[in-house]
């Protein structure tokens, strides 16, 4: 029987994408990067929120609405504490949010830099022949599963791919398409390394 190693990877990404913008002060389509900081403005019992981006190259300012016109009584306190003190967990949450960037910018920079925290949650054996490793993430990415498990495990994705055609690598729970599309939350990918002769490295890279 195989032995296998089982470990859990922890996705977060490192730079906030950036939406792009016509700056009105260069003149031309800037990006513009997150200040971490918001606009709260309070007309009467209504509350207007923004989170404030600066542009990369003269800090021109742009705002990404976040609520508007919200009654002050329908916003938790602790929520209006954060906004009103610039939480920067609170900010950054809204950074990574890259479905509302495309709402009300359309064009956005994407990075691909993430930083992975592997926790073993099997007995780490030097002979594991096998791995199973399971997704969990901070928050969305749009790094590729294939580019991911080729960056960590330290192979290329045509041999992932040659791998997967081998079925000796499957994915769960949207299959082997999901190779070419963002890693997701709660994905797990198992490899059968008994054959190939780097298998204690890469057992090795999986666990960190």
Same mark, same amino acid.
């Given at each position: 029987?195989?032995?296998?190693?089982?470990?859990?990877?922890?996705?977060?990404?490192?730079?906030?994408?950036?939406? %792009?913008?016509?700056?009105?002060?260069?003149?031309?389509?800037?990006?513009?990067?997150?200040?971490?900081?918001?606009?709260?403005?309070?007309?009467?019992?209504?509350?207007?929120?923004?989170?404030?981006?600066?542009?990369?190259?003269?800090?021109?300012?742009?705002?990404?609405?976040?609520?508007?016109?919200?009654?002050?009584?329908?916003?938790?306190?602790?929520?209006?504490?954060?906004?009103?003190?610039?939480?920067?967990?609170?900010?950054?949450?809204?950074?990574?949010?890259?479905?509302? %960037?495309?709402?009300?910018?359309?064009?956005?920079?994407?990075?691909?830099?993430?930083?992975?925290?592997?926790?073993?949650?099997?007995?780490?054996?030097?002979?594991?022949?096998?791995?199973?490793?399971?997704?969990? %993430?901070?928050?969305?990415?749009?790094?590729?599963?294939?580019?991911? %498990?080729?960056?960590?495990?330290?192979?290329?994705?045509?041999?992932?791919?040659?791998?997967?055609?081998?079925?000796?690598?499957?994915?769960?729970?949207?299959?082997?398409?999901?190779?070419?599309?963002?890693?997701?939350?709660?994905?797990?990918?198992?490899?059968?390394?008994?054959?190939?002769?780097?298998?204690?490295?890469?057992?090795?890279?999986?666990?960190?």
């Amino acid at each position: 029987m195989s032995s296998i190693l089982r470990s859990h990877w922890t996705i977060a990404p490192q730079i906030a994408p950036r939406p %792009l913008i016509n700056c009105n002060r260069c003149g031309t389509v800037k990006a513009y990067r997150c200040s971490e900081k918001f606009r709260v403005n309070a007309n009467g019992k209504r509350i207007d929120v923004w989170l404030i981006y600066r542009c990369v190259d003269c800090d021109n300012s742009w705002n990404l609405g976040i609520f508007g016109r919200r009654n002050r009584r329908d916003i938790e306190p602790v929520l209006l504490r954060a906004l009103e003190s610039n939480d920067p967990e609170l900010a950054r949450r809204h950074a990574f949010d890259i479905t509302a %960037l495309r709402n009300q910018v359309g064009c956005v920079e994407e990075f691909s830099e993430v930083a992975v925290h592997k926790q073993v949650y099997s007995e780490h054996k030097e002979g594991a022949t096998a791995l199973e490793l399971r997704l969990g %993430l901070a928050m969305p990415i749009s790094v590729r599963l294939d580019r991911l %498990l080729a960056n960590e495990l330290g192979i290329s994705r045509s041999r992932l791919q040659a791998l997967e055609e081998r079925r000796l690598l499957a994915i769960a729970p949207e299959g082997s398409k999901a190779l070419r599309k963002p890693a997701r939350e709660g994905t797990t990918i198992r490899i059968d390394l008994a054959g190939e002769p780097d298998r204690r490295a890469i057992i090795l890279a999986a666990g960190g």
